[in-house]
C-alpha cells in the first residue's frame, strides 16, 4: 500500500499542475510515513513498495497507451522516466536467492 499511495497521492486530473510524483516526492512520502509509524521499512518492505510502485506504473500507462494518450504529463512518462531510474529504491543483495 505503501508503494501505491507513493505512485499516486499527488494524482488528480481537475487542477494545472504534475499528474504524477516526482522521483523525490515519492521517496519523501515513504520517508514521511517512516517517520508516522516511528520504524523505517524493513529491506523486505521496500522492496515490496518499490515492486508495487513500479507496477502500479506500470499498469496505468499501458491503459494511457491503450487510449492513445503520449508521452507528458502522465503515468506513460512517468513509466519512460522509470526505465532510467526507479521511482522508489530498492536495496540490492538484500534477499537471499531461492534455492
Not at 66 to 71: P, Q, R, W
Amino acid at each position: 500500500m505503501v508503494g501505491r499511495a507513493a505512485t499516486q497521492f499527488t494524482a488528480q486530473w481537475q487542477l494545472p499542475g504534475r499528474l504524477t510524483p516526482t522521483h523525490a516526492e515519492a521517496r519523501a512520502f515513504v520517508s514521511g510515513y517512516e517517520h508516522a509509524r516511528d520504524r523505517r521499512l524493513s529491506s523486505h518492505e521496500c522492496i515490496v513498495a518499490a515492486a508495487a510502485a513500479e507496477y502500479l506504473i506500470a499498469q496505468v500507462a499501458r491503459l494511457e497507451h491503450a487510449l492513445g494518450a503520449t508521452a507528458g504529463n502522465n503515468y506513460l512518462e512517468l513509466f519512460r522516466e522509470c526505465a532510467h531510474e526507479p521511482l522508489l529504491e530498492a536495496p540490492t543483495g538484500s534477499l537471499k536467492p531461492v534455492p
